[in-house]
């Protein structure tokens, strides 16, 4: 039917959504709607709104899409939602995790159907269209979710922000400081601090909060190593150059994959025996379940790297690369 191919070809620019007032509009009628509804051809998103592609779950884009069709043009995607379209890293899969975070001007707070609202005031130079969906912009959306998450997300945001260049560092002071008198803005006035662009990942971000609040904050991070002949063999992620002491962190087991991982293995090889001697540990994701376990390896990694200088020729102990207990 040129009616429904209309339809298919308008809702191809919508990310597979299309509201029940653009179906009528393409010709579709009423009757041919419910027949494509009960075949399963379609499937309803929220009153109105249908989702006319074939994909086993709808995806972010189509759920923010159904929801801004349902809301009108007032609706702005905010907060975590935003953070996930901008491809900002640090969200972790959790309770609400797949919400929708809109904000609607003059509406009310409100949680419903996987819908959770905003009634901010968002300024039209905070707000902007990214493939069609309109959302805040990096440095708003910043701003509103640091607020709505935890410290160790809000600062890995941050630092995914700054790594990837959507904000600029010299912005930072002033984004925490225009979220003055908002609700959790005096709580996460250091979070902001924080914030290290340098960090390459999730994982070395809140590795690296564990330390700090240890009292022991690395002294730099992406440290370069390089090998007897003057070449680069690598960064470390974490480093603390005066002890001697490098970290990685490791995505997964460092153990368990084949193919780039060995890659990464003789790159951490390379470091361990370079001129520096250095003491490297390594860490995975499991390892911040234990947190006093990871600090204290890597304060024994200092002690044992102090007593390595005091041997003949510097070298450190038979055992110093580090192996995480079990």
């Known amino acids: 039917m040129p009616e429904l191919s209309s339809a298919h070809a308008l809702a191809s620019t ?34 109105g709104v249908y989702l006319v592609r074939g994909d086993p779950a709808p995806r972010l884009a189509a759920r923010v899409m159904a929801a801004q069709l349902v809301y009108g043009p007032r609706a702005v995607a905010v907060g975590p939602t935003a953070a996930r379209l901008w491809r900002m890293q640090g969200l972790l899969p959790g309770p609400g995790h797949e919400h929708v975070h809109l904000s609607v001007s003059g509406s009310a707070a409100a949680r419903h159907d996987g819908l959770r609202l905003h009634g901010w005031d968002v300024a039209p130079g ?71 662009g340098r960090a390459q990942s999730t994982f070395e971000t809140r590795l690296r909060l564990l330390c700090h609040d240890a009292g022991i904050p690395p002294e730099t991070l992406q440290y370069p190593v390089y090998g007897g002949d003057g070449r680069l063999v690598g960064h470390a992620d974490l480093a603390w150059p005066s002890w001697g002491v490098v970290v990685e962190a490791d995505g997964s087991d460092p153990h368990s994959l084949p193919g780039p991982l060995f890659v990464d293995r ?61």
């Open 14 to 47: 919508q990310h597979g959504v299309l509201a029940r007032h653009q179906a009528l509009a393409c010709g579709l009628t009423p009757q041919q709607i419910g027949r494509l509804l009960r075949r399963g051809e379609w499937r309803r998103l929220r009153t």
């Open 126 to 196: 905070e707000v902007t269209l990214c493939n069609g969906l309109r959302i805040t912009t990096p440095a708003r959306t910043l701003r509103d979710t640091v607020l709505l998450t935890d410290r160790y997300t809000a600062v890995s945001l941050l630092d995914s922000a700054l790594q990837n260049g959507l904000v600029d560092a010299a912005d930072l002071p002033r984004l925490e400081a225009a979220n003055a008198g908002r609700r959790g803005a005096r709580l996460t006035r250091e979070w902001w601090r924080l914030a290290d």
């Open 266 to 326: 003789r790159r951490q090889n390379d470091i361990v025996s370079s001129p520096e001697r250095l003491v490297l540990l390594r860490f995975t994701w499991r390892d911040l379940h234990h947190p006093r376990e990871v600090v204290a390896m890597i304060r024994e990694a200092r002690d044992r790297a102090a007593a390595g200088a005091d041997r003949p020729g510097g070298a450190p102990p038979d055992d110093a690369c580090g192996k995480r207990r079990p």
